[in-house]
């Protein structure tokens, strides 16, 4: 069954807003719309009668989420709304914008200005119809013999264009305490009527009384726009006359009447032989236009075409993929901002922020269960000043309590102030799972776990009492993935359910204090990357690979299912096997992903080793040069090249032999530029003994390379990976 999608008009939506049917809800972005000439804009495209795009709403409980009134900072109370309201999600900027424009509605919801949710709100807005006397140029209004040129506007477009009417739209601003007459806080009196008459350019006419209901007096409102509309058309009839009587001329007089009655030659031959009839026959003439000034700008505003999407509360999941659709190359609404809006129903603190907060606090980590080899290398300068003699000296990273996870992994941007996606993404699934499954019952994990609607179903209790534990998981999930696992940032796992898997484990202090545990993992990690077993399916194969692990913890249960994938480790057909990363696959058009790539460096870069062409620099994720290392390519492309040939090119083509998985490995930015000029035979000489035997290019010993030489050093390094690579995953699993 579809959305409910209502043509609506602006009066209507603001009266819901009025009423309190329609919210924001308080995990919508911020009012951006501020620039005087965009909120114009849209003013235009009223006036204009032009489409204005659909408003998304999504229909629930007012105690669902934390909200607002439209264009107000202030939360309101959800024990005084009705039992069901509609939450925007969809159309804030323009809603905030026309609500301002076209009525009080904000003001009234606000007690103070300093209430609003921009200062840019504290602007009016006129349609300045121009004197007779400045009537040059577009007489859009008709002032020039008062006859409106837009008949029956509810049936017929208006032939202008929104950039037409923008000259006419005048915007005045008011602060708190100003005495100006259309200053919210005033009360409406004929002073209002004085200065919408008594501005130079034009007659104004204030369109946030177009909607009286939104008054506190709507009868009031009513008789001000009314009187002041009537009063610009006399002023309008009052210049005509003026200038008719300072004819002195007769044929000009004649000529004046011809021009102002063109339309209606009647009524020109008559007060072209009685001048008396002038005045009476421009009365009513005013009388007419103002009418129709009146329908016409009703019109666009009743009449404006808004399409209004309405979507059910348990269809929340569907909303968002509705405004994300709408959306599209803009931020998005996404169930974080859902998550976060429940949260608020418990807690008043702003929950990103204390997720941050979470991010970057301290931490205690278990040594005992990392790698020799690398928590060796956990060392960071400590520089003390000792009777004014300044000294450095290498401290422990944990022991100081130097080390954060999470930080040292980018999950926090501190100069943009932003958690990162795949962090956030990770939290909701842990959240999720650990929430529905505390006592890690294997087969009560369920795919649905990791969907959006089990997601948003959680409760606010629930979401706010587990926050800081699946935090210190996802932290000491990462610590994993760092310490054993060769990643540097959070965006470098390519599987991120894999964050999520290992954070679940992690949720039992006992099972991450456990060195088996981290042993047994890092053997599920690297079977699966090597094996292939993420390229299809994920979530199937996450929820599998969870109960398979909880059923391990939990029962004993053997670790077969981590060895079947043994056998597969550089093996999987067509995603790891050797004619596919030897290349000989290209004329199916098969040849591997470049993940492959990335996996080959990190698995090395978990074991460190020594630098390909300095001896004296060690690479590891805690080396200092960590963060200036670049995938290389081993046997150098220029080897290959032919003449007609680029470098870039052959960078580009994945078929290239050169560019197979097997001949990449991590090397620093330093020397990845100090030997990009070199010939092949100086290139050579310069990788150490060390390197070519712990990166396994022994066979790497000559300049004479071609294609056949590449595919055979190639074959020899793929041979000896795949047995380190399978050798190490079983004795993490003695």
């Known amino acids: 069954m579809s959305e409910p999608k209502t043509t609506m008009n602006l009066q209507e939506i603001i009266n819901e807003i009025e009423a309190g049917d329609v919210l924001l809800p308080d995990f919508q972005r911020k009012f951006v719309w501020t620039e005087e000439e965009r909120q114009k804009k849209i003013v235009a495209s009223i006036l204009t009668k032009m489409p204005i795009g659909s408003i998304l709403l999504l229909e629930s409980d007012p105690s669902d989420y934390s909200s607002k009134v439209i264009g107000c900072k202030t939360i309101i109370n959800a024990n005084k709304l009705k039992n069901t309201v509609e939450f925007l999600l969809d159309g804030q900027q323009r809603i905030t914008v026309l609500t301002n424009v076209f009525s009080n509605v ?46 029956d506007p509810d049936s017929k477009d208006p032939d202008f264009l929104s950039g037409e009417i923008m000259p006419f739209i005048v915007c005045e601003t008011f602060t708190a305490g100003d005495q100006m007459p259309y200053n919210p806080a005033m009360d409406l009196s004929t002073a209002l009527d004085e200065y919408c008459l008594s501005n130079e350019e034009g007659y104004l006419l204030p369109l946030f009384l177009m909607t009286p209901s939104s008054e506190k007096n709507p009868s009031l409102a009513k008789l001000r726009l009314n009187t002041i509309r009537k009063n610009i058309a006399e002023k309008i009839t009052q210049e005509i006359e003026n200038h008719f009587e300072s004819l002195t001329d007769s044929a000009k007089k004649q000529a004046f009447i011809d021009e102002l009655f063109i339309d209606d030659k009647k009524m020109c031959e008559a007060v ?21 000034i009146k329908e016409y700008l009703d019109s666009c505003v009743k009449n404006i075409v808004l399409n209004k999407i309405v979507v059910s509360a ?42 941050i907060g979470f991010i970057k606090s301290e931490k205690e980590y278990t040594k005992s269960v990392i790698p020799d080899t690398v928590a060796s290398l956990m060392k960071h300068k400590v520089t003390s000043e000792i009777d004014g003699v300044m000294t450095a000296k290498e401290v422990d990273m944990l022991e100081d309590k130097y080390y954060n996870a999470s930080l040292f992994t980018k999950c926090y941007n501190e100069d943009k102030n932003e958690i990162n996606p795949k962090f956030i993404d990770a939290f909701l699934n842990t959240l999720s799972l650990y929430t529905y499954n505390p006592s890690y019952k294997p087969d009560e994990y369920k795919v649905d776990h990791i969907k959006r609607n089990k997601i948003l179903e959680l409760t606010p209790e629930d979401i706010h009492s587990n926050t800081e534990k699946i935090c210190c998981a996802i932290d000491r999930a990462l610590f994993f993935f760092q310490t054993r696992c060769g ?42 990357l090597f094996s292939g077993n993420y390229d299809r399916d994920q979530n199937t194969i996450f929820i599998q690979d969870l109960q398979s692990v909880m ?63 300095d001896p004296k620099i060690t690479i590891s994720v805690f080396s200092n040069v960590a963060n200036a290392l670049e995938a290389h390519h081993i046997i150098p492309l220029g080897s290959v090249k032919k003449m007609d040939e680029s470098t870039e090119a052959l960078r580009k083509d994945d078929k290239n032999i050169c560019n197979s998985p097997i001949n990449f490995v991590y090397i620093t930015k330093k020397s990845n530029d100090e030997i990009s000029d070199d010939t092949l035979d100086v290139y050579i000489t310069k990788i150490t003994d060390e390197a070519k035997s712990t990166l396994s290019i022994q066979s790497y010993t000559t300049s004479n390379i071609d294609e056949d030489n590449t595919k055979q050093i190639l074959k020899q390094r793929y041979t000896a990976l795949k047995g380190d690579i399978k050798t190490h995953v079983r004795q993490l699993l003695q």
């Open 106 to 151: 904000i003001h009234n919801n606000c007690n103070k200005v300093s209430d609003l949710v921009s200062p840019t709100l504290k602007r009016r807005f006129f349609l300045c119809i121009p004197k007779w006397k400045n009537r040059e140029g577009s007489d859009l209004f008709g002032v020039q013999n008062l006859n409106f040129p837009y008949k």
């Open 314 to 355: 348990e269809k929340r999941a569907r909303a968002i993929d509705i405004y994300e659709n709408l959306n599209i190359g803009g931020v998005c609404l996404n169930i974080f901002d859902l998550i976060m809006a429940k949260v608020a129903k418990v807690d008043n603190a702003p929950y990103y922020e204390r997720l």
């Open 272 to 292: 072209k032989k009685d001048y008396t009839l002038l005045g009476k026959k421009l009365s009513e003439r005013a009388e007419v236009w103002e009418g129709e």
């Open 487 to 528: 990643i540097r940032s959070i965006n470098e796992l390519n599987y991120s359910l894999m964050i999520s898997l290992v954070a679940t484990v992690f949720t039992n202090d006992s099972w991450y204090a456990d060195i088996n545990v981290h042993k047994k993992l890092e053997a599920w990690y690297w079977s699966s």
């Open 551 to 613: 059923d391990m913890l939990t029962n004993t249960a053997d670790i077969g299912w981590i060895s079947k994938n043994i056998d597969y480790i550089l093996d999987a057909q067509n995603f790891s096997d050797e004619s596919l990363l030897l290349m000989e696959k290209v004329q199916e058009e098969r040849y591997p992903k470049r993940v492959l790539r990335i996996f080959m460096c990190q698995y090395l870069l978990a074991k460190t080793y020594a630098d390909m062409f």
